[in-house]
């Protein structure tokens, strides 16, 4: 699973025409949930983290996929799943 959140967002007429990439629990989907459906659903393959802001420090170069944003990301992944004791592999 390729597992990322968005925020939609309005052009100037109100209408959700774009989004942007948002962290795991920032964005408009319950992630929780989400993981909790993916288990009781008897999903047991991998999760990877989707692309993540650009945190302070790292390079913009590869958009969404630098070290520091892919790490919060798979750290709230991981405490999310250990907080409703799914297993993890």
Do not use: W
Request: glycine share 12%; with cysteine; net charge positive.
């Amino acid at each position: 699973v390729h597992f990322r959140d968005i925020v939609r967002m309005r052009d100037s007429q109100g209408k959700l025409n774009s989004f942007r990439e948002t962290f795991h629990d920032n964005g408009q989907t319950g992630m929780a949930h989400m993981l909790k459906v993916y288990a009781e659903c008897g999903f047991d393959g991998p999760i990877r983290p989707g692309p993540a802001p650009t945190m302070e420090g790292d390079s913009n170069q590869q958009a969404g996929y630098a070290a520091k944003g892919l790490m919060i990301s798979a750290a709230c992944i991981r405490g999310v799943l250990r907080g409703m004791n799914i297993p993890q592999e």
